[in-house]
């Protein structure tokens, strides 16, 4: 009886079938994880938490513009004199235009009071304005505009910290899923070399094969358990790192379990029919949307509000202060009598350095700046359009190596098949068909490594774009 057209069934777990108990696994897809990555990574989350700081600190830039209700009240008896009770209490509202607006009541009596002063009860309206320095700028709207421009630039932050974490993350997705199909390969190849063992025994007791061929079978056998069980060692290992991007909604890790696999088939997967994205409109996206060249943008923004106030050093301090008074705590009969013709008070102060040294060095200084940065923004757009280059010319060419892989793969399938052929001819041997079979299972794994690596580089080119996260 003739049994070894039974032995070979012609590279059966080359067909890429899936394993019997897939129905019963649960899947993972590179959509769920970049999902899963978005909403519930701790890096994620203090993305949000870095935007809503930014916030917190514009709502501290404009409490300087709050207005501020004050009292100021004094009182001085001395050896059975009275010599002043004052009572002053303020409303003050700085405005955005760099005048302050104050109205209040005043109360003075006493027998040893200013001269200058007004007693009784009286009320003012004033305005206090700067004719020169701090009117276009001063340090209250620098600070409120620079936590603004800090606060819309926290997103575009937040967004470069998501997309450096959706690389690391598609990174981990892709060992994982490789390893899962070098494991695919090897448990197919161990269930046909396990029927191959049997069958050649069979063969053997019936006398059609020498007792060599045996143990030339249990020896392919024995080394493609022990690649199967490094296979299913790396998977495991694999799946733990990429379990450290993986967190539930309440901030608790999520630990792997052996049932879950990857959603991603890479054995099913036809790379050759994928359109490549266009270079061009990846070269203009990364220019005009990368993260890591729009920040810049907002630095500049900050070092220009910065210049600004630096260039209020170089000008005179002229403030002028104007109050209308009235009679009596009647705030309307303030606005009785016309400006500078009854019931007034004015001041002007006046002042300049000489040789406004501190104010030409740090006006300069912050011209500096603003070139510097500008030099850092253009090196770092030639740096990300050479890595956006480099990582679209990698996956040319890796998908160029699939294609060849893949045709390699034919040619080693057809000399094992071959061989096969020439084995039940009588013109060959087992050792010669177990080194056909371990050529195209190299070959096989081989393509499943170009495959994950090939969609690995396709994040990474997306990632240098700035394009992880949209």
């Known amino acids: 009886m003739n049994f070894v057209k039974y032995i070979f069934p012609a590279a059966l777990f080359l067909s890429g079938s899936s394993l019997n108990a897939q129905d019963s696994l649960k899947t993972l897809s590179a959509t769920q994880v970049m999902e899963i990555v978005k909403k519930f990574h701790p890096v994620a989350k203090q993305a949000d938490i870095f935007v809503e700081k930014a916030k917190a600190d514009v709502t501290i830039s404009k409490a300087a513009f709050d207005p501020v209700l004050k009292n100021e ?10 010599y ?24 003075l009596s006493g027998n040893r ?22 009117l276009l700028m001063d340090k209250r709207r620098a600070a409120l505009q620079t936590a603004k421009i800090f606060r819309d630039a926290s997103a575009i932050e937040k967004r470069n910290m998501l997309n450096n974490l959706m690389l690391d993350a598609m990174a981990g997705y892709w060992n994982w899923v490789k390893q899962y199909q070098v494991y695919k390969i090897l448990t197919e190849a161990l269930t046909v070399n396990e029927k191959r063992v049997e069958l050649i025994k069979t ?5 059609d094969r020498p007792a060599i061929d045996t143990i030339e079978a249990l020896t392919q056998l024995q080394n493609i358990e022990l690649m199967k069980n490094q296979a299913w060692l ?11 991007f993986l967190w539930l909604a309440n901030a608790t890790p999520f630990n792997m379990s052996i049932d879950i696999v990857p959603g991603d088939d890479l054995q099913l997967s036809n790379i050759a029919t994928e359109q490549l994205p266009d270079l061009n409109n990846l070269l203009e996206s990364a220019i005009k949307n990368h993260p890591e060249l729009v920040i810049y943008n907002y630095k500049i923004d900050v070092l220009n509000v910065d210049k600004k106030l630096k260039f209020q ?12 008074l009235g009679k009596g705590y009647d705030m309307r009969k303030t606005f009785i009598n016309p400006l500078f013709e009854n019931n007034y008070q004015y001041g002007v102060s006046v002042g300049i350095p000489l040789r406004l040294s501190q104010g030409r060095g740090e006006y300069r200084k912050a011209k500096l700046k603003i070139t510097e940065t500008q030099l850092q923004q253009r090196q770092k757009q030639l740096q ?12 040319l060419t890796l998908k160029s190596q699939v294609a060849l ?35 195209t299972l190299e070959a096989l794994q081989k393509l499943q490594e170009l495959k994950a690596k090939y969609y690995k580089t396709g994040n990474t080119l997306q990632w240098a774009a700035g394009l992880m996260i949209q």
């Open 313 to 324: 050093d170089l000008l005179p301090t002229v403030n002028f202060r104007y109050n209308q």
């Open 203 to 207: 063969a053997f007791r019936l006398g």
């Open 405 to 439: 892989q893949e045709k390699a793969l034919i040619n080693y399938q057809a000399l094992q098949r071959g061989e096969e052929i020439r084995f039940q001819a009588g013109e060959s041997s087992l050792f010669l068909i177990n080194a056909r079979e371990n050529k």
């Open 113 to 134: 009071t200013d001269p200058v002063e007004t007693k009784g009860q009286t009320s003012y309206l004033g305005v206090s304005v700067p004719l020169a320095k701090n």
């Open 73 to 82: 009240m004094a009182q001085k008896t001395f050896d059975g004199i009275d």
């Open 234 to 244: 790396d998977f495991q290992n694999t799946g733990l790192e990429l379990s450290v």
């Open 84 to 107: 002043y009770y004052y009572n002053r209490p303020e409303l003050s509202i700085p405005t955005w235009f760099g005048i302050e607006v104050s109205a209040g009541l005043e109360y």
């Open 384 to 395: 990300v359009e050479n890595k956006v280059k480099s990582y679209f010319n990698e996956l």
